[in-house]
């Protein structure tokens, strides 16, 4: 399984950014997908996910209401939106998966290389 994250970049406090998760290996479909991130210093937090269906979305508090995530199955890639972005947003965004199919709770056992956000004030 490879997971490979694009689009992050500089950007201006307010601003938007649209991160990519591309997925190869396996079945896109039958798997959760979540987006985490590090800031410099910290430990790796959580900030949103999606079930294999795309049914469902979960999100921080720190984000909701300003990143939503989704899927696109037929092109085997997972986006996180982020509207308002603020300097404390700033961190290395990596995407994650589980190893196995249609799970309810997502273990994630997969990672890709990440993608570097940064957001000046």
């Known amino acids: 399984v490879q997971l490979v994250e694009s689009g992050g970049g500089l950007v201006q406090a307010g601003g938007s950014l649209r991160l990519s998760c591309a997925a190869s290996?396996?079945?896109?479909?039958?798997?959760?997908m979540g987006w985490f991130r590090q800031a410099p210093g910290k430990e790796r937090e959580f900030v949103a996910a999606i079930n294999w269906s795309g049914g469902s979305t979960y999100y921080a508090d720190s984000v909701k209401g300003r990143f939503t995530i989704s899927r696109d199955n037929a092109q085997n890639t997972v986006y996180l939106q982020m509207n308002s972005l603020e300097p404390e947003d700033t961190a290395v965004y990596y995407c994650?998966?589980?190893?196995?199919?249609?799970?309810?709770?997502?273990?994630?056992?997969?990672w890709g290389q990440g993608t570097q956000v940064t957001v000046s004030s």
């Open positions: 290996g396996r079945t896109f479909s039958s798997y959760c």
């Open positions: 994650a998966t589980a190893s196995r199919p249609r799970t309810v709770v997502c273990n994630y056992d997969y």
